[in-house]
């Protein structure tokens, strides 16, 4: 299995009662809560973590993008894969984010990604997001024009990868008269692109069709085993041969010395997290058009509600892993097996966690889970459909 | 001279779709709760942004010309009624109907009350003549 150490880079110091009181940590939630002093110490503090991660041996580090939130302070992801992009000296560089349809010109990310894939030469990874609904709050881009703006652009980025400039592209959203991207990717033909979802069925098919890594964001694992079933057919059906590392599950890590002291340390953190940083209302979440009717359908009668999480619920319903090394490799054992990934987009560091227990958790995790998991691929019937 | 009635209600986008809904007595049962979802995607579509006003339709509301009558939800959030009140001042003629209450949609909220309305409304254009 690949590892990824995956971060949201929160603002830790947030004020949770006041988000509490104020119901959301996203878009209204005002600025006045961040202080720049601190805000400063966190940048500093998150990218010595991917630089340890680098050196501790995970194949690669994740950076995401948000706007307008504490949740995650990476609005410009870029930027952060910039100062990395020389740091971090082995492992694989992704941004799982870019949310396309928020630009009003995506050529910008081409040329971003370009740039990344030559200053890492060739470790980077390109991800292509439509954003939660929140963002088309945040940005002002209507969410009705999300999934068009977003095929629009995906489309314009490969192109101008791929095909020799300049040329012309017209679309409905997008036109320009002259696309001719310099640099042009280090990678042939292009860095390889991963697409995060929330479990559209749509963007699934579509990311299996593509032959693009289906990144699944945080869910009961009994769900991302559907989803990554739904993925294995349409790539049957595809007729070609997909690698288990084309499915990623993005997940939750804490290794303590005891089941117990895991969830006790954990526990405050990572219910800061699930109950008050991801915490908005419906109409942020999924503004109208942002999803087709038959999806919205499908979450309102799933009654999606904001029911307050604790730990032991994530674990329990095997969203997050925590516990003791023996626990965390059974449990991640399991998982694997039962959902079919080979691609572990892993949390070390979530909500409220302080830099010297994150950094004691990776460590942990490099000693005492890597070393069972780097030459094990997902066992039983689900890896049939690979072949 | 046929005279061509123009009815603004609070959102006129909103309403309008509302309005096309097919309503009930439709020959095949009607998917409210499909219309509805609907609805809120054609409303997102027409007014994100600026969310759901035109800052340049004061500059074009004085060309209207025909009868014209404002109504509008005596509690609406979305667009307080103080508009209604605006529009008034900027469109020759025109009268205004507050909908006691009513919110965003009174064509859907108090549907009795939103057809009284209309009708002496065409009453007294009838009257005029």
Same mark, same amino acid.
């Given at each position: ?6 971060? $949201?880079?929160? +603002?830790?110091?947030?004020? $949770? ?33 991917m630089e340890l991660a680098d050196r501790l041996g995970f194949d690669g580090v994740c950076l995401n993008e948000h706007h307008q939130t504490a949740y995650g302070m990476m609005p410009i992801p870029g930027v952060l894969a910039g100062a990395l992009a020389r740091s971090v000296k082995r492992a694989k560089l992704?941004? $799982?984010?870019?949310? $396309?349809?928020? *630009? ?6 081409? #040329?971003?990604?370009? @740039? *990344?894939?030559? *200053?890492?030469?060739? =470790? ?31 489309? @314009?980025?490969? =192109? ?7 040329? /012309? +592209?017209?679309?409905?959203h997008y036109h320009f008269n002259y696309v001719n991207t310099w640099p042009r990717p280090y990678q042939k033909p292009h860095p390889p692109i991963w697409i995060p979802s929330q479990g559209s069925s749509s963007t699934i098919r579509w990311a299996a069709q593509m032959k693009y890594t289906y990144a699944q ?13 739904? +993925? ?13 590392? /084309? ?13 117990? /002291? ?7 953190? @990572? ?8 915490? @908005? ?48 490799? #059974?449990? *991640? ?5 039962? &959902? ?18 994150? =950094?004691?958790?990776?460590? &942990? ?17 689900? /890896?049939?459909?690979?072949? | 001279?046929?005279?061509?009635? !123009? ?34 995607t054609t409303t997102a579509k027409l007014i994100w942004q600026p969310r759901g006003y035109d800052p340049h339709l004061h500059k074009w509301l004085h060309r209207i010309d025909v009868p014209t009558l404002l109504v509008w939800g005596d509690d609406d959030r979305l667009f307080p009624k103080d508009y209604a ?8 003629? !025109? ?35």
């Amino acid at each position: 299995m690949k590892f990824f150490n995956f971060h $949201l880079m929160p +603002y830790r110091h947030a004020d $949770l009662d006041a988000i509490e009181k104020h119901g959301t940590a996203w878009v209204t939630y005002s600025n006045r809560d961040y202080d720049p002093e601190k805000g400063a110490e966190l940048y500093h503090e998150y990218l010595d973590q991917m630089e340890l991660a680098d050196r501790l041996g995970f194949d690669g580090v994740c950076l995401n993008e948000h706007h307008q939130t504490a949740y995650g302070m990476m609005p410009i992801p870029g930027v952060l894969a910039g100062a990395l992009a020389r740091s971090v000296k082995r492992a694989k560089l992704a941004i $799982l984010g870019r949310a $396309l349809p928020l *630009l009003n010109n995506p050529l910008v990310v081409a #040329e971003e990604y370009a @740039m *990344l894939d030559n *200053l890492t030469r060739g =470790r980077f990874i390109a991800g292509f997001v439509r954003g939660i609904g929140a963002e088309y709050h945040a940005m002002g881009i209507n969410p009705a024009h999300s999934q068009e703006r977003y095929a629009e652009a995906h489309d @314009m980025i490969i =192109r101008a990868w791929t095909e020799p400039g300049p040329f /012309q +592209y017209v679309g409905k959203h997008y036109h320009f008269n002259y696309v001719n991207t310099w640099p042009r990717p280090y990678q042939k033909p292009h860095p390889p692109i991963w697409i995060p979802s929330q479990g559209s069925s749509s963007t699934i098919r579509w990311a299996a069709q593509m032959k693009y890594t289906y990144a699944q964001t945080l869910a009961p694992i009994a769900v991302v085993a559907k989803f990554f079933q739904l +993925y294995r057919d349409e790539v049957a059906k595809a007729g070609y041969a997909a690698s288990a590392d /084309q499915l990623a599950w993005s997940n939750t890590i804490y290794v303590a010395e005891t089941d117990a /002291q895991a969830i006790r340390e954990a526990k405050p953190h @990572m219910e800061a997290l699930a109950n008050k940083l991801l915490k @908005m209302s419906t109409e942020m979440l999924l503004p109208p058009g942002y999803s087709n009717i038959d999806s919205i359908k499908r979450i309102r009668a799933a009654k999606v509600t904001g029911k307050v999480q604790t730990c032991e619920d994530l674990i329990r319903a095997g969203v997050i892993i925590m516990g003791s090394p023996n626990t965390v490799r #059974e449990k *991640l054992a399991e998982y694997q097996d039962l &959902a079919g990934f080979n691609t572990s987009l892993t949390k070390t560091q979530f909500g409220t966690l302080p830099d010297d227990m994150t =950094r004691a958790n990776m460590q &942990a995790i490099a000693q005492e889970i890597l070393p069972h998991f780097r030459d094990r691929l997902p066992q039983g019937k689900r /890896q049939a459909a690979a072949e | 001279v046929k005279k061509i009635l !123009s009815i603004i209600t609070l959102a006129a986008t909103a309403a309008s779709v509302a309005i096309a809904a097919p309503g009930a007595g439709a020959a095949t049962p009607v998917d409210l709760h499909h219309v509805n979802l609907k609805n809120r995607t054609t409303t997102a579509k027409l007014i994100w942004q600026p969310r759901g006003y035109d800052p340049h339709l004061h500059k074009w509301l004085h060309r209207i010309d025909v009868p014209t009558l404002l109504v509008w939800g005596d509690d609406d959030r979305l667009f307080p009624k103080d508009y209604a009140f605006a529009y008034q001042r900027l469109i020759p003629g !025109s009268k205004v109907t507050i909908i006691p209450e009513c919110g965003h949609l009174p064509q859907a909220e108090q549907r009795q009350a939103f057809v009284a309305a209309l009708e002496g409304f065409f009453d007294t254009m009838k009257v005029a003549a």
